[in-house]
């Protein structure tokens, strides 16, 4: 199984709610990303886990809150949001390297709007 | 922060044609990864090459990096229209907040039958 899997597909959110963004692989990767991409603009890297524990925090503010229950799972915890945050979330998971960044297997993400 | 640069932002290309893009960075790198994007879903990756490497290949794709400019380049040959897409730079590099991994903006290709 060579796919990262994403759900929901599309989620509309109030900016009083709370919603969970969840992320699924089964290649054996111990690294999994998560990613905010606006239109037409690049992906921009929020949260790193390597072997469940997190390791990288891009300064992404505390109302986006990421869990790794264990290896094959990657949530990302949605609380107050802003309109602003609307945008395309994308999962990504590798295998961790040695040294840096491996290639990166992407799900289809998460196209979220805040009203 | 943004690393990569790419260069043209858009590109638009008659099938069998060759396409090339071109990602410019700032910073020594561990690694330079190329990706593409379909209509704004997920990335898949084309071609990872390490900083002590200066070409690879992968079917029509060519990668060359040249660390000393500190860019590099995606050649596509005989481009067909499923080509089109946004295609990405990533640069693995170390900055003063650690290791870090950042896309360019990418090239968006269009491929016309």
């Known amino acids: 199984d060579t796919e990262v899997t994403q759900t929901p597909k599309h989620l509309v959110m109030g900016m009083t709610n709370k919603k969970s963004l969840k992320c699924e692989q089964h290649m054996g990767h111990r690294a999994m990303y998560w990613y905010k991409q606006k239109a037409k603009k690049p992906p921009e890297l929020m949260f790193v886990y390597s072997y469940e524990k997190l390791s990288i925090n891009e300064s992404v503010p505390s109302r986006f809150s990421p869990e790794c229950p264990n290896s094959s799972l990657l949530n990302l915890h949605l609380h107050a949001l802003q309109p602003e945050d609307s945008a395309l979330y994308l999962c990504?998971?590798?295998?961790?390297?040695?040294?840096?960044?491996?290639?990166?297997?992407f799900g289809p993400g998460t196209r979220l709007t805040v009203l | 922060s943004q690393q990569g640069e790419e260069d043209p932002q858009a590109l638009s290309i008659q099938e069998g044609e060759n396409a090339t893009m071109n990602c410019s960075y700032k910073t020594s790198i561990n690694n330079l990864q190329w990706y593409r994007q379909n209509s704004g879903r997920g990335l898949v990756h084309l071609i990872l090459?390490?900083?002590?490497?200066r070409e690879k290949h992968s079917g029509r794709l060519r990668v060359t990096l040249d660390t000393s400019k500190k860019s590099s380049s995606l050649l596509i040959t005989a481009s067909r229209a499923a080509d089109t897409a946004s295609y990405f730079c990533a640069t693995d590099h170390r900055d003063n907040y650690g290791q870090n991994f950042v896309f360019g903006p990418g090239t968006r290709l269009s491929v016309l039958p």
């Open positions: 090459i390490r900083s002590n490497e």
């Open positions: 990504a998971s590798s295998q961790v390297g040695l040294a840096g960044y491996n290639e990166q297997f």
